[in-house]
């Protein structure tokens, strides 16, 4: 179903999707803007980085594996930085290890590649709520 983006939705915070793949981007992007959310997309770890000002309220989908800085990797480095958005890490393949590791970096959800657009929106939605 269409939504138009409004006014509640918009001030719920912006959704910073960070992943390697122009395809995987550009699908989020199109999903969660048809979700009428605000999304903001970057190409990996150092563009988030190098980003002057990320929004107080939101989200992060953040994928797993990405040259130069895992998701892990990525999400550690935003913590020092004293960034605390919610993060939802997304991979190609989900294991105990990985479930343990973005849970002791406090990443929220962790979803397997192909996503499934329920889940990923639900998610969104349910952090997007308890934050406001």
């Known amino acids: 179903m269409f939504r138009m983006p409004t006014e509640s939705n918009q001030e719920a915070g912006t959704v910073l999707v960070v992943d390697d793949d122009a395809a995987v981007r550009s ?42 800085m895992d ?8 913590r020092a930085r004293k960034v605390g958005l ?13 479930r343990r590791r973005a849970a002791k970096s406090g ?7 192909p996503l499934s657009d329920g889940a990923l929106v639900e998610g969104i939605r349910s952090i997007l709520a308890t934050a406001a």
């Open 86 to 98: 919610p993060v939802i890490l997304i991979t190609g393949r989900v294991s105990d290890d990985l």
């Open 27 to 68: 699908a989020l992007k199109f999903l969660l803007e048809v979700e009428g959310l605000d999304v903001r997309l970057y190409d990996g770890a150092s563009a988030l980085l190098a980003e002057a000002s990320l929004p107080a309220r939101g989200c992060l989908i953040i994928d797993y594996r990405m040259p130069i």
């Open 107 to 113: 990443i929220r959800q962790v979803l397997e590649k």
């Open 71 to 78: 998701g892990l990797q990525l999400t550690d480095q935003l």
